[in-house]
């Protein structure tokens, strides 16, 4: 069977014990944001295992797509040193919620392995917890296993946690012997091979977990509502049983990946084990990057898109040491798709994307990664002849901040030396590296001196104005009693109808009076600490006190305009993802009232096409006049709710949910129309790449969309009044002109052509003999490059044998040319000749010893380089 048929015979023999086959869920988990990747299949049911979710169905299987790369489950490391280690599998599985338990799920293991799939009983061992007798007793008597070979182990080996919180209870293994031939230890001091004994002779097939408890963060355990089974079974293990190999990496579908590298290498996977490391790394690499990107993650330098980082850049130093110098992994990523897209179409779908993240990544890394290699291999060198093991922190700090080695990179270079990295100097020097940003930050902003000993309320959501108290007064950081008019203030009231700058959405603006009269003009609203909102502020009249009793108004119409461009954030936001894919995530905004700004992961330009799709769909939301919703909910239940949250990003157990419609849901803490009919008009005129795989648009709402049809409308009628016409005709009649132009510009260079050509007698005549050669040293403004070269070209054809050094002049810029027959270019090379010349007009260029060009800046040397051209001749002499 191939990997395909073993996956769908799975499956298929679960869905008749009643099971619901359930597609894999995304390797970035929908419902779990602190946790990094979906590193098992039970992760998509982990709410339903404590008892805050229910399915339609009580039976469930799957092949999940996983990741193993952090955390408790981390796989790294071991990716090529051995053949049975990845980062990315699948994870065949099947589920029980509070429905079946121990008897079953061992029954029809059992049955699948050795009736279905033909396994030697004989081979089979299986493995129960320390203390779980019921499940030994149940091996026994289904399996008629001996008792020799049912081995009861420790937590460590057969007790199963999700991660260091969450669902978790004893589990039972099923291993095969695969015989003494299979052992990659033998001969090592102390190895014996054993079931759990680390080698790859007892290799474990199938992992059934019975889910009793909830792992507490105390590290305590409590009784789940209902008992559950979970159990997985790597495809790629299991295939290489089926198939009678011993290597995971021997299997069909693993095997077309080496085979594309070993057509870009010429090296044949099984010739060399050093470089049989490098080709299973890069063939699980490739999987995990192409997986990854295909679900939306993008490479960054922080949390999921790092660890990508790291993945692509770790196979492109391993694609250096097998030969591979250009980008390749991309590559290898198009024959994932092909491979495996079949059971994961978003592959297919996104073929085009992963391969521009892919090739892009390892462009940019190519740029350093061989500077970093020497660097290494430089420090690596003087440590061997120091008797040295261990690489100071400075180097490898240096290789990760100046050239972009992550640190489990450069260890994995200097494991093969038998060298370490020094973890305590690089960890301080990154740790002083964080302190200087957070003191740069700090000693940029002087609200870090604000302090309060209450939070201050907000009550801006539904209402503009409204009374309070100051409670505090600053200037330049520093705290006072009172403020008088002309100031510059930091002002706090214990409530406030004034939104703090924040989640992308700028301040309010807006006016503060006392009791008395005095007025203070509000110009920004920030906070200081999350808790804290501070008005900046100027007195425009009088003077304010602390303990002043003041009344708070809002600018109504900075705020509503800011509203309408929020609104539309979320509305653009649900769009793009739907347009572009669900890698699109937010990378930064600005929600000003005059503006949106909205930064977003995502490679390559957006064609206009698109940018105009996107800008009806929106548009035909915003008319659509959804009503938009607000609610504050407990996280979870956001979640469950479908509202969007990204890892990383900061929630409290309390989240605000704004719903528009049913096409856009986030979690969100700003200011918001009622209807997202208010709105009116969205135009999306700028796209932009801001970053390697961030781009940027710009949009406008409102009375600043109108404002812009407005000014699009006036320069239209200017440019029909500039071509005497209307602007219902402007566009047409300017397509004329151009073509007109081009015309124009056609016979101008065909007539500068033949002027060049008309004067190559005259030329001709300027010959000079030097040593016998023919020497031709001369000056013809008003050509271009082309045209000089072609005036070139034909004098050297009428010289012979010579040598033709030409430059002309346009209004500021110079053309260059030297021509010499082959006859004479050991004598004389034109490369040499051009390139000094074009220093003394202030540019550049070179060429062959046969012919050369260059351009310059300065048409006033141009006598001056054509005497030195001269000289450079006859000193050839």
């Given amino acids: 069977m191939t990997g395909n048929d073993i996956r769908k015979s799975f499956l298929d023999y679960f869905i008749k014990q009643g099971h619901t086959a359930v597609k894999s869920s995304s390797l970035v988990p929908d419902k779990d944001p602190t946790l990094l990747f979906t590193n098992a299949g039970m992760v998509q049911f982990k709410n339903v295992f404590l008892g805050r979710e229910r399915l339609p169905y009580v039976r469930a299987a799957s092949s999940q797509k996983c990741l193993r790369i952090s955390g408790k489950h981390n796989d790294l490391e071991a990716v090529g040193r051995d053949t049975y280690h990845h980062t990315f599998f699948e994870m065949l599985g099947n589920w029980s919620f509070g429905d079946y338990y121990k008897a079953e799920a061992i029954e029809w293991a059992w049955e699948l392995l050795t009736k279905e799939w033909g396994l030697p009983k004989d081979k089979l061992w299986a493995t129960v917890y320390l203390d779980d007798g019921q499940a030994e007793k149940l091996w026994a008597k289904i399996s008629g296993l001996p008792v020799e070979r049912i081995c009861r182990f420790g937590e460590k080996d057969n007790f199963w946690e999700m991660g260091e919180t969450g669902p978790c209870g004893p589990c039972s293994e099923i291993h095969l012997d695969r015989g003494p031939q299979a052992c990659d230890k033998q001969g090592r001091a102390g190895h014996e091979c054993r079931v759990n004994g680390d080698c790859a002779r007892y290799i474990e097939l199938w992992n059934l977990v019975f889910i009793q408890y909830n792992r507490r963060e105390d590290r305590s355990l409590s009784e789940l509502p209902a008992k559950h089974v979970d159990t997985g079974m790597g495809l790629e293990r299991i295939t290489a049983v089926l198939q009678n190999v011993l290597s995971n990496y021997d299997v069909d579908f693993m095997r077309a990946l080496t085979a594309t590298t070993e057509k870009l290498t010429g090296r044949s996977y099984g010739a060399d084990p050093a470089a049989d490391i490098s080709l299973r790394v890069i063939d699980d690499h490739a999987r995990a990057v192409g997986f990854l990107i295909a679900d939306g993650v993008m490479p960054s330098n922080e949390g999921r898109g790092y660890v990508l980082r790291r993945l692509l850049r770790r196979a492109a130093r391993h694609g250096r040491l097998i030969g591979l110098k250009e980008p390749f992994l991309h590559k290898v990523a198009t024959t994932v798709a092909a491979v495996m897209g079949d059971a994961y179409p978003e592959l297919r779908a996104e073929e085009q994307r992963i391969v521009e993240v892919i090739r892009g990544e390892e462009e940019r890394f190519g740029e350093t990664l061989d500077r970093g290699l020497v660097l290494l291999e430089e420090a690596a060198a003087k440590m061997k002849a120091a008797k040295q093991k261990t690489l100071p922190g400075e180097v490898a700090f240096r290789l990760y901040d100046t050239y972009g080695f992550p640190l489990d990179l450069t260890e994995d270079i200097l494991s093969g030396e038998d060298l370490v990295v020094d973890q305590a100097g690089f960890g301080k020097l990154m740790e002083e590296q964080r302190t200087r940003g957070r003191e740069a930050r700090e000693a940029a902003s002087m609200e870090s001196k604000i302090v309060l000993d209450r939070p201050v309320c907000f009550t801006g959501y539904d209402r503009l104005e409204g009374d309070s108290t100051v409670l505090a007064i600053y200037a330049n950081g520093e705290g006072k009693q009172e403020a008088v008019e002309g100031e510059e203030i930091e002002i706090l009231t214990a409530e406030t109808p004034f939104y703090g700058e924040s989640g992308g959405q700028v301040g309010d603006r807006g006016m503060i009076q006392t009791s008395r009269g005095d007025i203070v003009e509000v110009i920004d609203t920030q906070h200081p600490t999350p808790q804290l909102t501070a008005h900046r502020a100027r007195v425009k009249k009088g003077r304010v006190q602390v303990g002043d009793k003041v009344g708070l108004s809002v600018d109504p119409k900075h705020r509503r305009r800011t509203m309408l461009n929020h609104s539309a954030t979320h509305i653009l936001h649900a769009v793009l993802r739907r347009e ?228 002309s002049a346009g209004e500021s810029n110079v053309n260059l040319v030297a021509s010499v027959s082959k006859d004479l270019t050991k004598k004389y090379h034109a490369g040499n000749i051009i390139k000094e010349l074009a220093r003394m007009v202030g540019g550049g260029g070179g060429g062959r010893p046969d012919f050369a060009q260059a351009g310059g800046k300065e048409p006033g040397q141009i006598a001056a380089a054509l005497k030195r051209a001269e000289e450079l001749i006859r000193q050839a002499n």
């Fill in 580 to 807: 572009l894919g669900a890698h699109v995530r937010q990378a930064g905004s600005l929600v000003a009232p005059d503006r949106l700004r909205f930064d977003f992961h995502h490679t390559g330009a957006i064609a206009d096409e698109k940018l105009a799709q996107i800008e009806a769909q929106v548009n035909g939301y915003i008319r659509a006049d959804a009503g938009v919703t607000i609610e504050e909910m407990n996280y979870q239940e956001a979640i469950r709710a479908g509202a969007l949250a990204f890892f990383g990003d900061k929630y409290g157990d309390r989240v605000r949910v704004v719903k528009i419609g049913g096409f856009s849901t986030e979690l969100c803490g700003g200011t918001h129309v009622e209807r997202s009919g208010e709105i009116g008009l969205f135009k999306l005129p700028f796209e932009s790449g801001v970053a390697a795989g961030v781009r940027r648009v710009e949009a406008f709402t409102g009375e600043g969309a109108l404002e812009l049809v407005s000014s699009y409308e006036q320069r239209l009628k200017e440019i029909g009044a500039l071509v005497r016409g209307s602007a219902d005709d402007a566009v047409d009649k300017v397509k004329k002109l151009l073509e007109r132009q081009k015309e124009l510009e056609r016979e101008i260079e065909k007539l500068r052509g033949q002027f060049g050509k008309d004067q190559i007698p005259e030329l001709l005549d300027k010959k000079q003999s030097v040593d016998g050669a023919n020497i031709l040293v001369s000056r013809v403004d008003g050509l271009d490059a082309k045209q000089l070269r072609d005036v070139a070209d034909q004098i050297t054809e009428k010289l012979g044998s010579g040598v033709v050094v030409l430059a």
